[in-house]
């Protein structure tokens, strides 16, 4: 007879895979099924900068989750260095940002989450072609370079001991008096003790597909896609974060530069469009001119998992009682990642929260 898990998650994202290591830590067994491959949907995807765009702009949920997350980012990419010689490059480059016409909301909120800021002075702009509006300069703002992250992520659980399912899709769940016994996926039937779906901007497809309609509340989640360019440019290039409108520049430690990002609405349609490659393109080389001289080596597009205001589920069913959601954190899931995963380790084995889990519930108002 096999082992069943303690914690079986659904959805190999990064959301997913820090979940998994939270309960590992705890001293669960955990089994992580994921129907593509580990970490290569929004995960992979996204930038990587480690703060909400404009966070005085956003639910005070979602500064929670990140504050928190901001704590514990500097051990756990140390560990993951340290224990699997991939280092996810957590990087305190700092980020500056060009405009902030509210430049009162946002020294309120540095001031009030002690985020260090300072007026950004002509030294950030010599190579900057921008036309700057009461610019910030928040020192201490860090990245992660996302598909490493993942990838240290994925070799600390098996490390641990977890067992990972990938190419593995959940087709159906069996219910016996409120609770999940097991679960059947295209790579057999899998019994369940506790059940986490970590399934990203396919949440609310799946709620749909899986469970009847008569139990509880489908979570409000649909994909937003975002497209993103790299290019391939040398370290002295650019050594911070640069956001300016919409729109940003990132460096990583190696001198190569992201720029990003589109928010579309497009289903599950991940093809990147030329369109979105053109105004991308002429964003970065002109804020960025010396980017002319690099090349455009990569174009990729991934989904969010969108959610009203961009506040994530972290919850326990209400209908079903071993089942529970950590999902829907839109373009922020790295930066809300470690809290949420803590979040919902503390749900599910009862032990006071170091973030108050109400804004985060299945049956908040919508």
């Given at each position: 007879?096999?082992?069943?898990?303690?914690?079986?998650?659904?959805?190999?994202?990064?959301?997913?895979?820090?979940?998994?290591?939270?309960?590992?830590?705890?001293?669960?067994?955990?089994?992580?099924?994921?129907?593509?491959?580990?970490?290569?949907?929004?995960?992979?995807?996204?930038?990587?900068?480690?703060?909400?765009?404009?966070?005085?702009?956003?639910?005070?949920?979602?500064?929670?989750?990140?504050?928190?997350?901001?704590?514990?980012?500097?051990?756990?990419?140390?560990?993951?260095?340290?224990?699997?010689?991939?280092?996810?490059?957590?990087?305190?480059?700092?980020l500056l940002i060009v405009k902030n016409p509210d430049i009162g909301d946002a020294v309120h909120?540095?001031?009030?989450?002690?985020?260090?800021?300072?007026?950004?002075?002509?030294?950030?702009?010599?190579?900057?072609?921008?036309?700057?509006?009461?610019?910030?300069?928040?020192?201490?703002?860090?990245?992660?370079?996302?598909?490493?992250?993942?990838?240290?992520?994925?070799?600390?659980?098996?490390?641990?001991?977890?067992?990972?399912?990938?190419?593995?899709?959940?087709?159906?769940?069996?219910?016996?008096?409120?609770?999940?016994?097991?679960?059947?996926?295209?790579?057999?039937?899998?019994?369940?003790?506790?059940?986490?779906?970590?399934?990203?901007?396919?949440?609310?497809?799946?709620?749909?597909?899986?469970?009847?309609?008569?139990?509880?509340?489908?979570?409000?989640?649909?994909?937003?896609?975002?497209?993103?360019?790299?290019?391939?440019?040398?370290?002295?290039?650019?050594?911070?974060?640069?956001?300016?409108?919409?729109?940003?520049?990132?460096?990583?430690?190696?001198?190569?530069?992201?720029?990003?990002?589109?928010?579309?609405?497009?289903d599950f349609n991940k093809t990147t469009t030329t369109q979105a490659r053109d105004q991308l393109?002429?964003?970065?080389?002109?804020?960025?001119?010396?980017?002319?001289?690099?090349?455009?080596?990569?174009?990729?597009?991934?989904?969010?998992?969108?959610?009203?205001?961009?506040?994530?589920?972290?919850?326990?069913?209400?209908?079903?009682?071993?089942?529970?959601?950590?999902?829907?954190?839109?373009?922020?899931?790295?930066?809300?990642?470690?809290?949420?995963?803590?979040?919902?380790?503390?749900?599910?084995?009862?032990?006071?929260?170091?973030?108050?889990?109400?804004?985060?519930?299945?049956?908040?108002?919508?």
């Amino acid at each position: 007879m096999t082992n069943i898990a303690d914690i079986t998650i659904i959805g190999g994202g990064v959301i997913g895979l820090l979940t998994a290591r939270e309960f590992i830590k705890a001293g669960a067994t955990v089994t992580v099924i994921e129907k593509n491959e580990l970490g290569q949907e929004s995960s992979w995807a996204g930038g990587g900068i480690l703060l909400p765009i404009y966070p005085w702009r956003q639910p005070d949920a979602i500064t929670r989750l990140v504050m928190q997350s901001l704590k514990l980012y500097p051990t756990l990419a140390a560990q993951l260095a340290s224990e699997t010689q991939i280092d996810p490059e957590w990087t305190q480059c700092g980020l500056l940002i060009v405009k902030n016409p509210d430049i009162g909301d946002a020294v309120h909120w540095c001031d009030t989450n002690n985020i260090v800021y300072r007026p950004a002075g002509a030294d950030f702009f010599n190579m900057l072609n921008t036309v700057p509006d009461q610019p910030l300069w928040l020192p201490e703002i860090a990245q992660a370079r996302n598909p490493r992250l993942v990838k240290s992520l994925k070799q600390d659980l098996l490390n641990k001991g977890a067992i990972l399912k990938e190419h593995c899709e959940l087709t159906s769940v069996n219910i016996v008096k409120n609770r999940i016994t097991s679960i059947n996926t295209t790579s057999g039937q899998l019994a369940v003790n506790q059940l986490i779906a970590a399934t990203g901007a396919w949440t609310g497809q799946l709620f749909r597909q899986i469970f009847p309609a008569a139990i509880g509340d489908t979570p409000e989640i649909t994909p937003v896609k975002g497209q993103m360019l790299l290019f391939d440019a040398r370290p002295e290039t650019l050594s911070y974060m640069v956001l300016d409108g919409d729109q940003y520049l990132i460096p990583r430690r190696d001198g190569k530069i992201l720029a990003g990002s589109t928010v579309e609405q497009d289903d599950f349609n991940k093809t990147t469009t030329t369109q979105a490659r053109d105004q991308l393109g002429a964003f970065a080389l002109n804020l960025l001119p010396s980017l002319n001289n690099c090349p455009l080596i990569k174009h990729w597009a991934g989904l969010r998992p969108g959610t009203e205001h961009g506040i994530p589920y972290i919850d326990q069913h209400p209908e079903i009682d071993n089942l529970y959601i950590n999902a829907g954190h839109f373009r922020n899931g790295l930066a809300m990642g470690p809290a949420s995963a803590q979040l919902m380790i503390d749900l599910v084995l009862k032990r006071p929260t170091a973030v108050a889990p109400e804004p985060y519930t299945l049956s908040r108002p919508h």
